[in-house]
């Protein structure tokens, strides 16, 4: 298991299409989040699970986003009607035990483009 | 709202140097703070952390100092490297919860050669 997998890499879409971005965390990693980061600025908190449970979404994430993580393995995505706002990079990080001080783990991110 | 805040967008440095970069926040609930370091087409890494309750962390040639009155935290990077070169991240959490980092909007660092 090298690190936190996330696909596409890339992904270029029309304005109103639906979009959705894969994330496989470290295998024994409990938690698993999603951040989004747009041009000159940090990452951004979405939501997070721990196991299948999604336990917190920001006010960032519009009905249009869902995200799910079934039997708490990898995690979805959902992006519907996409509109220019949302282009952006989704980073998709997981942690282990909560309460340690080393960070969590980040995916190289999938880089969203709506035209 | 900009809790944690990183006014210095980009900073160059002399390699063999000292590279400080600086962090400032506003929420005093923050309990822990981390430093990311991100590459071009990767995700954050990790690099160092401290806790509220210390003032100094040290891990080879990265040390964070955080300044709980003054709210703020700094990153020295002792001696640089060209292969510092890359954006810096500070992030702060809560102790309860979730784990949820704040980040700020980076400092790219340059390593001069």
């Known amino acids: 298991d090298t690190g936190v997998s996330q696909n596409p890499r890339h992904k270029i879409t029309k304005r109103g299409q639906n979009v959705t971005f894969r994330c496989d965390p470290i295998s024994e990693h409990n938690r698993l989040y999603w951040y989004r980061q747009t041009l000159g600025q940090g990452p951004e908190f979405l939501t997070y699970?721990?196991?299948?449970?999604?336990?917190?979404k920001s006010r960032l994430l519009s009905d249009r986003f869902s995200a799910e993580r079934p039997k708490g393995s990898f995690s979805t995505l959902e992006i519907q009607r996409t509109e220019q706002g949302d282009s952006a990079m989704y980073l998709c990080?997981?942690?282990?035990?909560?309460?340690?001080?080393?960070?969590?783990?980040f995916g190289s991110g999938t880089r969203l483009t709506v035209v | 709202d900009q809790q944690v805040k990183q006014n210095s967008p980009s900073l160059s440095v002399q390699e063999g140097r000292i590279s400080i970069l600086n962090c400032d926040y506003t929420?005093?609930?923050?309990?822990?703070f981390l430093w990311y370091k991100k590459y071009p087409a990767e995700g954050p890494t990790f690099l160092i952390s401290i806790s509220s309750i210390k003032d100094k962390n040290e891990d080879g040639r990265f040390t964070v100092f955080l300044n709980k009155s003054a709210k703020h935290l700094s990153l020295h990077i002792v001696p640089s490297q060209p292969g510092d070169s890359a954006v810096y991240f500070c992030?702060?959490?809560?102790?309860?919860?979730?784990?949820?980092?704040?980040f700020g909007t980076g400092t790219r660092l340059t390593i001069i050669p």
């Open positions: 992030a702060a959490r809560f102790n309860f919860g979730n784990e949820k980092l704040t």
């Open positions: 929420n005093s609930m923050f309990d822990y």
């Open positions: 699970f721990q196991n299948e449970a999604q336990l917190e």
């Open positions: 990080a997981s942690s282990l035990v909560p309460g340690l001080s080393y960070g969590y783990t």
